[in-house]
């Protein structure tokens, strides 16, 4: 089945930076593009990046645009999340996602918070 299994979240000062992982398995992951997504305490899950199944686009949340940068590598079924420049309001849990034809698969999460 499909499974995504977020990593390297943790707590960071404001400016510095993180990179997230996501390890992905139970589907053939070339084929499919996959994005991040965040929830902050008492909000919505909002969108943050996405990337196509080459590698060859990429889009990002306004807010984050110029800071984070979303890459893969289809040889290890791995999906990254670089994030330079935290902020503040970039604390949330980051989520792993695919969409599949019937379904959308999440990861379980990865806590990232920034905070002097």
């Known amino acids: 089945q499909v499974h995504l299994v977020e990593s390297g979240g943790g707590l960071v000062e404001p400016g510095e930076s993180l990179r997230l992982s996501c390890a992905a398995s139970?589907?053939?992951?070339?084929?499919?593009?996959m994005s991040w997504y965040r929830q902050a305490l008492g909000k919505e899950r909002e969108f943050v990046a996405w990337i196509d199944s080459s590698g060859r686009r990429r889009n990002y949340q306004d807010s984050v645009k110029g800071r984070f940068s979303i890459s893969r590598d289809n040889s290890k079924n791995m999906v990254y999340l670089q994030m330079n420049s935290l902020k503040p309001e970039d604390t949330a849990v980051y989520y792993c996602r695919v969409q599949h034809p019937a379904s959308q698969y999440w990861g379980q999460g990865t806590q990232v918070t920034v905070s002097s």
């Open positions: 139970g589907f053939i992951f070339r084929t499919y593009d």
